[in-house]
């Protein structure tokens, strides 16, 4: 073919999520497993009009109850279609070709494959064996070629965190550097601690957060950029005019007017994962909470043969080729029914 085609572009090789996972329990892709109250999508969905389809989308009364919410100035916010167009844009506004992202790995693939669309240098700082990071060599990988670290707290899918004075040392390194921190909090409301402050304090430091997870809109699309205006509107500058679309927009404003839903989302999923970690570990399993909605299992039987299993019983979960997790399945959470649902397929499988 003689068409150009960007050399980045079309040596990147991607695989994308599975399809037909409809009318499956999905215990895969740390969605809520069970979704929003159904009196509350049906509020919602009644004031979805013709009007409504007709008018181009207008995010700002969205970011200004989203401001109030978590405690920041409405110039602190960008909102974009999902966190994945967050991570797109923030590369592309802050990297350069050739040069290098640092990240831990394994970490959510869409760094990664981030970087091999655009050119960059993708630098993984590998966990140890028995799953722990040692953050001196994350301080050690960032150099002068560095343009951004990422930092996932807690991370998909190992789990681990980071304290402030871990933090402090990466975010330094980063600044004597000219290296932008992106903070990628996608669990942050299964994990209360956050760097958001440092966020608004920082010169080199944005919070990504997303409605996908705990707020239940995967479907739709919706992330959150946070950070000091001047980085914010460097952003702005990158993002496409009609970013996100209108159905995104409203059911997050109605969730800010509504915080006894999150509160009870938050709540049943709690309840879940503690009853699936305390059930899992009175059948003698070795189970790992990993601070999102999500957990590890480490199965008696080949993980990919239990997780093949289960998947002819209509339930998914997400196994591992990476030799440091193939040993384990990840499992996201939600509401004690939902969970009992992923026991009792799981026992009868494990045997």
């Given amino acids: 073919m003689n068409v150009y085609v960007d050399a980045f572009v079309k040596n990147t090789v991607r695989i994308f999520p599975p399809q037909g996972r409809y009318g499956k329990f999905r215990y895969d892709m740390n969605e809520n497993p069970e979704g929003l109250p159904k009196e509350f999508v049906d509020s919602v969905l009644k004031e979805i009009t013709p009007e409504f389809l007709a008018i181009y989308p207008e995010p700002d009364r969205f970011l200004r109850k989203y401001a109030k919410f978590v405690g920041v100035k409405f110039e602190n916010l960008m909102c974009t279609n999902g966190s994945d167009m967050a991570i797109r844009y923030l590369l592309e506004t802050f990297g350069e070709v050739g040069k290098e992202v640092v990240t831990v790995s394994p970490s959510f693939e869409m760094y990664w494959v981030n970087c091999n669309v655009l050119g960059y240098k993708h630098v993984p700082v590998p966990y140890e064996q028995d799953l722990s990071l040692k953050i001196e060599k994350v301080i050690e990988a960032i150099n002068e070629n560095t343009r951004i670290v990422v930092l996932l707290n807690p991370n998909n899918p190992v789990g681990n965190v980071y304290t402030d004075e871990e933090f402090d040392l990466v975010r330094s390194k980063a600044e004597q550097v000219g290296a932008l921190v992106i903070v990628d909090e996608a669990y942050h409301y299964f994990y209360s601690k956050s760097f958001l402050n440092k966020a608004l304090t920082s010169p080199n430091v944005v919070v990504l957060r997303t409605f996908s997870k705990l707020m239940s809109l995967a479907a739709v699309r919706l992330g959150v950029i946070i950070g000091n205006p001047e980085l914010v509107g460097y952003v702005r500058n990158a993002r496409l005019t009609f970013d996100v679309n209108s159905f995104a927009l409203l059911f997050a404003e109605r969730l800010m007017d509504c915080?006894?839903?999150?509160?009870?989302?938050?709540?049943?999923?709690?309840?879940?994962?503690?009853?699936?970690?305390?059930?899992?570990?009175?059948?003698?399993?070795?189970?790992?909470?990993?601070?999102?909605?999500?957990?590890?299992?480490?199965?008696?039987?080949?993980?990919?043969?239990?997780?093949?299993?289960?998947?002819?019983?209509?339930?998914?979960?997400?196994?591992?080729?990476?030799?440091?997790?193939?040993?384990?399945?990840?499992?996201?959470?939600?509401?004690?029914?939902?969970?009992?649902?992923?026991?009792?397929?799981?026992?009868?499988?494990?045997?």
């Fill in 259 to 351: 915080p006894d839903v999150i509160d009870g989302l938050i709540k049943v999923q709690q309840e879940g994962k503690d009853w699936l970690l305390a059930e899992l570990r009175k059948c003698g399993y070795w189970c790992r909470d990993c601070m999102g909605n999500f957990i590890f299992i480490k199965p008696r039987n080949d993980a990919h043969e239990v997780s093949k299993r289960l998947e002819e019983e209509k339930v998914l979960v997400h196994p591992y080729g990476n030799p440091l997790l193939k040993d384990y399945i990840r499992v996201s959470t939600g509401s004690k029914a939902a969970m009992s649902k992923f026991f009792d397929a799981f026992m009868e499988v494990d045997k």
